[in-house]
């Protein structure tokens, strides 16, 4: 019944009024809904099924258009893409026939790859990257070592920062902020380790000169803290401790080999530090510079009275100026024996053994008992003359630097002391400036540097010669009865005397004298 059924309504759609596709007799709905007509009653195709079908028909448009206003974008942009399948299936078509005609050739690739890197074998673009690979897996250690230079330049920089005054203005002292210097002394150490550990590698060599010249740095800062005011024994046992480890070369005869330039084992280290604590004394001197104009000036019109007693006799005008020099040389003399003082006594305890004299430590005495043969049997060497043995030089060993610093030190007084106390004519403070010298030399005599005899030469006559006015000073004191010699020996003497019984009286009293103390002081004025 299908088959006639189906060819009775296909007439339907091949009337040129309304021409429409044909549908295919194999489509299941097409075969279903013939199978339904052929069930139906006549009177149901004719009243019931034209209804059935225009309800149909409305509610599959209203399923449409509600479709297309939900969708009609997707619906679009798929009608889009199908639009290009027709062209893009013959495009992948051809590019995988080309990939299959290039399998032959990348495989070909391929085998010559593996063989190119294989690691049965050497390759340097292998070992570029096996060094590449531990450097990457080595970063850190590669940056804590690269930083090495820069902690040690920062350890140095804080260590050797502006000083700070402890105390107040009169009795403070400076102080360093040098705690980091033995971070640095490690950091240091640590990196002549890895250079010894890696001696060709350029990257420790460049690290090891940073590192050399940061350290020069530290020396020249260690070198600039010996002379800064305030210096105590604690810090310069600690500068000098590390100046030993710093610069190895101060502390020994580098160029003999032996310890055999010094009297001690302080090496240069000790004339270094006597030089640069000299230098912080000449500049604290130096900073008295104000009351030495002062002096200066009262030296000039001490010479300009001088030479107007020259051209005219006076009626008995005598110098009666000095104060400013009395002062200045107050200053000065206080401050020369401070820090005399505390130079020389510093310097024996950080040096202890440059108080034994040349030649006299053990070390020197093995060495000079090691050194009986000569190194040199003929004197001369294809006719040069051969230097001695270091037994037969008479230069070695060297004495201590401490041997001659009290005499260079006296001698800045003394110096001092020549061209300004002429100017101090009022014998009550000419007395107390020769008092005060007899003091300061008491303090280092505690030291083995006494010179309370070189009074006797700071009023020569040759040396009040310079001058131009010793003749008619003298001519004018041999007037008045008593010579200018004579009052100058009877002025220190009588300075002595005065020093020697007030030190007898502290004596006697510091010796805890019981009830004959009065007595005992009376027999010693009386005895003086």
């Not at 010793?470 to 005397?497: F, I, L, P, Q, Y």
């Not at 030190?503 to 510091?510: D, I, K, S, T, Y």
Request: proline share 5%; net charge negative.
């Amino acid at each position: 019944m299908a088959d006639p059924l189906y060819e009775l309504l296909a007439s339907y759609f091949e009337s040129p009024q309304n021409p429409r596709q044909l549908p295919s007799p194999s489509d299941p709905v097409t075969s279903n809904y013939l199978t339904r007509l052929s069930t139906l009653p006549l009177a149901s195709l004719t009243s019931t099924e034209p209804q059935s079908l225009s309800q149909s028909s409305n509610s599959l448009l209203i399923s449409l258009q509600a479709l297309s206003t939900r969708s009609h974008k997707s619906v679009i942009a798929s009608s889009e893409r199908l639009s290009t399948l027709r062209t893009a299936l013959p495009t992948i078509a051809a590019e995988a026939s080309r990939l299959q005609d290039a399998i032959p050739s990348l495989d070909d690739e391929t085998v010559r790859f593996s063989q190119k890197y294989s690691k049965s074998g050497d390759n340097l673009l292998l070992e570029r990257r096996r060094k590449a690979m531990l450097v990457a897996r080595n970063i850190d250690r590669l940056s804590d070592v690269l930083d090495l230079p820069t902690l040690l330049s920062s350890a140095i920089s804080s260590s050797s920062g502006p000083t700070t005054s402890v105390g107040g203005s009169s009795g403070g002292s400076s102080v360093h902020t040098t705690s980091n210097y033995g971070s640095a002394l490690d950091l240091h150490a640590h990196i002549k380790r890895l250079h010894t550990l890696y001696p060709h590698s350029r990257l420790i060599e460049s690290i090891s000169t940073q590192a050399e010249g940061a350290m020069r740095v530290m020396t020249t800062n260690l070198i600039a803290s010996l002379r800064t005011q305030g210096f105590k024994l604690a810090g310069g046992m600690r500068t000098i401790g590390w100046l030993r480890r710093v610069a190895p070369e101060l502390d020994e005869n580098w160029s003999r080999g032996k310890r055999l330039n010094m009297g001690g084992n302080e090496g240069s280290l000790g004339a270094l530090f006597l030089v640069c604590r000299l230098s912080n004394l000449v500049s604290m001197l130096e900073a008295l510079g104000p009351l030495r104009e002062l002096a200066d000036q009262e030296t000039e019109k001490r010479m300009q009275n001088t030479g107007k007693r020259e051209g005219a006799q006076t009626n008995g005008a005598v110098w009666s100026g000095g104060q400013q020099t009395e002062r200045y040389l107050k200053r000065y003399i206080e401050i020369f024996r401070e820090q005399s003082f505390a130079i020389i006594s510093m310097y024996k305890s950080i040096f202890p053994s440059s108080s034994l004299g040349p030649g006299s430590t053990p070390d020197t005495q093995r060495l000079s008992s090691s050194l009986k043969t000569p190194a040199f049997k003929s004197s001369t060497i294809n006719g040069i003359a051969a230097p001695k043995p270091l037994e037969e030089d008479p230069f070695y060993p060297l004495p201590s630097a401490l041997s001659t610093f009290p005499l260079h030190l006296v001698d800045l007084l003394t110096d001092t002391l020549r061209k300004f106390l002429p100017n101090v004519q009022d014998r009550g403070s000419r007395e107390s400036l020769l008092t005060q010298v007899l003091y300061c030399a008491g303090s280092l005599g505690r030291l083995g540097g006494d010179f309370s005899m070189i009074l006797a030469s700071l009023n020569d006559p040759d040396d009040d010669s310079e001058d131009g006015a010793g003749d008619d000073e003298a001519a004018r004191e041999e007037s008045d009865g008593v010579t200018h010699d004579e009052n100058e020996n009877e002025e220190w003497v009588e300075v002595m005397k005065k020093h020697r019984q007030l030190a007898g009286r502290l004596e006697l009293l510091a010796s805890g004298v019981g009830g004959g103390s009065t007595t005992s002081l009376r027999e010693a004025s009386s005895s003086t």
